[in-house]
């Protein structure tokens, strides 16, 4: 594909993330005319006698916003470490962050029931501030093991999060038998995940958090096409190979700690939009990785809206991404060769 096509794709890309984000503020449970909604924003009227305003303001918004940083952010991730992995399978739960994270929860959750732990911890809940810590410090003990040589070991990275996530959910499991069956159930949907947030103060966290973190792996796309050649390769054309992996391993671990600590593991979202983004705009992570961006804030959106409209009862998020992304997925499998990693 010549770079004038591909740069056409990038902005037919980004007009249908504008489009899923209009789409997601207009669409949902309860019907909402934009007529009325303009008419009541002309007047002033105050929101709370403003119910069509109020709606779009106070719940459409920040749910949408939620689902363009949080898809983003997780498709940025996803690409920025397939890349650095050299592996087509990795996503940003790879690592183990998710179910470190869900551990956190989890035991949050159990400790507040039980052994008396407040809702709120310095003005943070508690449940979200025990995710964090946990993923947080699964991506420290990965790190400690893939670097005890002194180098940043790609293949011991990737096997030391596998392991690190098998123990956590071994830990969920544990977490599980120990929990009453109301908590099981409150607990169970959390880990379906969700960006059906209240409030702006999520979508505030999530903008802070994840931002830099963004900013910080598109810096890297340039490193990241060098080092498709191979690490000596790169490192003989002035790429800091470590440099590099410590980089996109911190700022993207860190992104998907945050990610997870608000609005639970997510998954697919990771994995399938770099590929397919990957089959339109070819493989130079400058264009890639932005492309990355602006399609996963508009797959998440999509999703939320299947969510709201199309399954019953809401349905979670997460299950929406798995049941279009698997088949999708093995859709790209069958298509596709993966040419990228055969090297």
């Keep these: 594909m010549t770079s004038p096509a591909r740069k056409l794709w990038l902005i037919a890309l980004l007009c249908l993330s504008v489009a899923m984000f209009a789409a997601s503020l207009l669409i949902g449970t309860e019907p909402l005319s934009v007529k009325q909604a303009w008419l009541e924003w002309r007047t002033h009227v105050p929101l709370a006698n403003a119910p069509t305003l109020s709606i779009l303001v106070q719940q459409r918004l920040p749910r949408t916003l939620a689902a363009l940083i949080v898809g983003s952010g997780l498709a940025l991730v996803g690409c920025a470490f397939q890349g650095m992995l050299r592996n087509p399978l990795a996503t940003p739960y ?28 310095a003005g943070l809940p508690s449940l979200q501030l025990f995710a964090f810590s946990f993923a947080l410090f699964d991506v420290l003990l990965v790190y400690l093991i893939a670097t005890r040589k002194a180098r940043v070991a790609p293949s011991i990275l990737l096997l030391a999060g596998v392991t690190m996530g098998m123990l956590a ?53 340039a490193k990241l096409d060098q080092i498709g050649f191979g690490a000596e390769l790169a490192a003989g054309r002035g790429v800091n190979v470590k440099a590099l992996h410590v980089i996109t391993f911190a700022a993207g671990s860190l992104m998907t700690a945050i990610v997870v600590s608000i609005v639970g593991p997510i998954g697919f979202v990771g994995l399938i939009v770099p590929h397919t983004v990957r089959s339109l705009t070819g493989s130079r992570h400058r264009l890639l990785m932005p492309a990355c961006v602006v399609v996963g804030g ?40 993966f040419t990228d990693w055969e090297n």
């Design 169 to 221: 959910n071994s830990g969920i499991l544990l977490m599980r038998y120990l929990a009453d069956p109301e908590r099981l159930v409150v607990m169970d949907r959390w880990l379906m995940g969700g960006v059906d947030v209240l409030g702006y103060s999520p979508v505030k966290t999530l903008f802070i958090g994840v931002t830099p973190c963004m900013v910080v792996l598109l810096a890297q796309a």
């Design 298 to 337: 508009a797959f998440l959106c999509f999703c939320d809206i299947v969510a709201r409209k199309i399954l019953p009862q809401e349905t979670p998020i997460g299950i929406v991404t798995t049941l279009l992304g698997a088949p999708f997925f093995l859709y790209l499998l069958m298509r596709q060769r």
């Design 94 to 121: 790879t690592l183990g962050v998710a179910s470190a994270g869900a551990l956190g929860a989890w035991t949050a959750s159990i400790m507040i029931a039980q052994y008396g732990l407040p809702h709120d911890i």
